[in-house]
T-cell receptor, first 115, second 113 residues
Framework: DAGVIQSPRHEVTEMGQEVTLRCKPISGHDYLFWYRQTMMRGLELLIY????????DSGMPEDRFSAKMPNASFSTLKIQPSEPRDSAVYFC?????????????FGDGTRLSIL | KQEVTQIPAALSVPEGENLVLNCSFTDSAIYNLQWFRQDPGKGLTSLLLIQSSQREQTSGRLNASLDKSSGRSTLYIAASQPGDSATYLC????????????FGKGTKLSVKP
C-alpha cells in the first residue's frame, strides 16, 4: 500500500518567495495533519483536517501560512512570503476516523530551506 | 502548559544491551501515549500506543509502560541491535481526538555493533 506522499522532498528558495508543499494522504483516511519539525522546537502541529474541513489551525504560526484540502486525496501548505525562520522539515500525516486510538501515518517530509 | 520531555537527548549502547528510554509529561489527563521511531530523513513510524486505562503494551522486543500518576512512560528495548538506531519520540494525546498530540523532542539512540 502506498503511504503518505509528500512533494517536493527538498525545497530551497529565497526569502520572500512563495512556497507550496503538497501532500497525498493514504486512501480512505479521514484525518490529515500538517506538522513542522525544528531542532529548537521539536515537532509541532500546524493544522489538521477532518473530511477535508479544517478543524484546528491554532498551530499555524502566522497569516503567511495557509493550508487547503480541496479533496480527500490532496492537501497543500503554502507560505507567502517565506522567511528564513520558516526553514524546517514539514511533515504531513493521515489517519482513519472512527477508532479512538489509531496511529497517524507520516510522510517522509519536505525539507525546506529559506535563504 | 502541557509539555512532554525526553531524557537523555542521545544514548549510545553496545549491541545486545537492554535499554530504557524515558518520557515524562506534565499533565496526567492524557487519553493515550504513543511511541514513534524516526529514521534519518524519514517520517515517524508508530511503534506502540498505550491507552490511558492500560499499563503497558508489547510488540516484539519493545515494551512500553505508562504511569499516569507519576506522569511517566518508558520504552524498553530488549537485546538491542544496530538496526534499532534511530530517534525515538513519545507523544501524549490530550484531546481524545486525532489532532492533539504533544511530542517530546526525542532520544537519539545509537546501537554499536
Amino acid at each position: 500500500d502506498a503511504g503518505v506522499i509528500q512533494s517536493p522532498r527538498h525545497e530551497v528558495t529565497e526569502m520572500g518567495q512563495e512556497v507550496t508543499l503538497r501532500c497525498k494522504p493514504i486512501s480512505g483516511h479521514d484525518y490529515l495533519f500538517w506538522y513542522r519539525q525544528t531542532m529548537m522546537r521539536g515537532l509541532e502541529l500546524l493544522i489538521y483536517f477532518n473530511n477535508n474541513v479544517p478543524i484546528d489551525d491554532s498551530g499555524m504560526p502566522e497569516d503567511r501560512f495557509s493550508a487547503k484540502m480541496p479533496n480527500a486525496s490532496f492537501s497543500t501548505l503554502k507560505i507567502q512570503p517565506s522567511e528564513p525562520r520558516d526553514s524546517a522539515v514539514y511533515f504531513c500525516a493521515s489517519s482513519l476516523q472512527g477508532a479512538p486510538m489509531v496511529p497517524q501515518h507520516f510522510g517522509d517530509g519536505t525539507r525546506l530551506s529559506i535563504l | 502548559k502541557q509539555e512532554v520531555t525526553q531524557i537523555p537527548a542521545a544514548l549510545s549502547v553496545p549491541e545486545g544491551e537492554n535499554l530504557v528510554l524515558n518520557c515524562s509529561f506534565t499533565d496526567s489527563a492524557i487519553y493515550n501515549l504513543q511511541w514513534f521511531r524516526q529514521d534519518p530523513g524519514k517520517g515517524l513510524t508508530s511503534l506502540l500506543l498505550i491507552q490511558s486505562s492500560q499499563r503497558e503494551q508489547t510488540s516484539g522486543r519493545l515494551n512500553a509502560s505508562l504511569d499516569k500518576s507519576s506522569g511517566r512512560s518508558t520504552l524498553y528495548i530488549a537485546a538491542s541491535q544496530p538496526g534499532d538506531s534511530a530517534t525515538y519520540l513519545c507523544a501524549a494525546d490530550y484531546g481524545g481526538s486525532q489532532g492533539n498530540l504533544i511530542f517530546g523532542k526525542g532520544t537519539k539512540l545509537s546501537v554499536k555493533p
